[in-house]
T-cell receptor, first 115, second 110 residues
Framework: AQSVAQPEDQVNVAEGNPLTVKCTYS??????LFWYVQYPNRGLQFLLK??????LVKGSYGFEAEFNKSQTSFHLKKPSALVSDSALYFC?????????????FGRGTSLIVHP | SQTIHQWPATLVQPVGSPLSLECTVE??????LYWYRQAAGRGLQLLFY??????ISSEVPQNLSASRPQDRQFILSSKKLLLSDSGFYLC?????????FGSGTRLTVV
């Protein structure tokens, strides 16, 4: 079975400071990993994904994530936070096999960027 | 272009009334489609998924049902709504780079 943990319900950071939103996963085989962002009363928007290749993945809005196989982590990062980055962030993992393509989502981390 | 549409955006329904939420995709054929519910603005619960017309898999037995009458149409229904059916319902479509989500329906059962 696959699982995702987002250990922080909420992350607070000052505008201009770097931010990290943590994600660890468990899956059989090589993982497919994703980050999504959700603004209030909206659907989830794709930020970035890791399937293979470079461990550092760059995505939308200046976000990046680092895949660490030994630590089974895929933390989301941004060098300089903006107030507009405040939103709910979801990490998701999927195993490499095909079929119904059902990822498992974490419970979400609320990012609050203070002016 | 490839897009996903979901409606209505908001819905207030009395307990015991029926429900029909619709999701359609454009610009593709034979998509894998999914219905999720999000309670209290947090975790996503997979309700149903479909890999083709007439093919529905249910992840959680409950008061809801789903149908796939056409290739690019996915409908979430209920015959009699319960208070506990309130939530934010999201349709999603699996593409090569991951999920694309609809804009969601906020359902309030009163």
């Amino acid at each position: 079975a696959q699982s995702v943990a987002q250990p922080e319900d909420q992350v607070n950071v000052a505008e201009g400071n770097p931010l990290t939103v943590k994600c660890t996963y468990s899956v059989s085989g090589n993982p497919y990993l994703f980050w999504y962002v959700q603004y209030p009363n909206r659907g989830l928007q794709f930020l970035l994904k890791y399937i293979t290749g470079d461990n550092l993945v760059k995505g939308s809005y200046g976000f990046e994530a680092e895949f660490n196989k030994s630590q089974t982590s895929f933390h989301l990062k941004k060098p300089s936070a903006l107030v507009s980055d405040s939103a709910l962030y979801f990490c998701a993992v999927r195993g490499p096999s095909g079929g119904s393509y059902i990822p498992t989502f974490g419970r979400g981390t609320s990012l609050i960027v203070h002016p | 272009s490839q897009t996903i549409h979901q409606w209505p955006a908001t819905l207030v329904q009395p307990v015991g009334s029926p429900l029909s939420l619709e999701c359609t995709v454009e610009g593709t054929s034979n998509p894998n489609l999914y219905w999720y519910r999000q309670a209290a603005g947090r975790g996503l619960q997979l309700l149903f998924y479909s890999v083709g017309i007439g093919q529905i898999s249910s992840e959680v037995p409950q008061n809801l049902s789903a149908s796939r009458p056409q290739d690019r149409q996915f409908i979430l229904s209920s015959k009699k709504l319960l208070l506990s059916d309130s939530g934010f319902y999201l349709c999603a479509w699996w593409q090569s780079y991951g999920y694309t989500f609809g804009s969601g329906t906020r359902l309030t059962v009163v």
